[in-house]
């Protein structure tokens, strides 16, 4: 069984900043593309990075220019760097990993959520 955490959220003002983290309990030769996804209360769930094993990278619209997705492949860890928040941009973030087994079969792993709160 493979594993996602995700930790870093919390409380910040608009303007600052927040890194969260992602680690992937699964061997790094499995793990595939990584990626956030955040969730706001009435909301559907939304892209906002994702980043292959080789680092080719994607954002939502909404963040481009603002986060930045980077991954350590060694740990099988990936960051989310956001700057400029958003009192819009609160949301429970949450860790997805594609895992691909030996035999060819493709799983998606989600973690549990982080809570990313931006006061104004």
């Known amino acids: 069984q493979v594993h996602v955490v995700e930790s870093g959220g919390g409380l910040a003002q608009a303007g600052g900043s927040l890194r969260l983290s992602c680690a992937c309990s699964?061997?790094?030769?499995?793990?595939?593309?990584m990626g956030w996804y955040r969730q706001a209360p009435g909301n559907q769930r939304e892209l906002v990075a994702t980043i292959t094993s080789g680092g080719t990278t994607n954002y939502g619209d909404s963040v481009k220019g603002r986060f930045t997705i980077s991954r350590d492949n060694a740990k099988n860890t990936v960051y989310l760097q956001m700057n400029s928040l958003k009192p819009e941009d609160t949301a429970v973030y949450l860790c997805?990993?594609?895992?691909?087994?030996?035999?060819?079969?493709?799983?998606?792993?989600w973690g549990q959520g982080t809570q990313v709160t931006v006061s104004s």
């Open positions: 699964g061997s790094i030769f499995g793990t595939r593309r």
């Open positions: 997805k990993a594609d895992y691909v087994y030996s035999d060819a079969t493709l799983y998606e792993y």
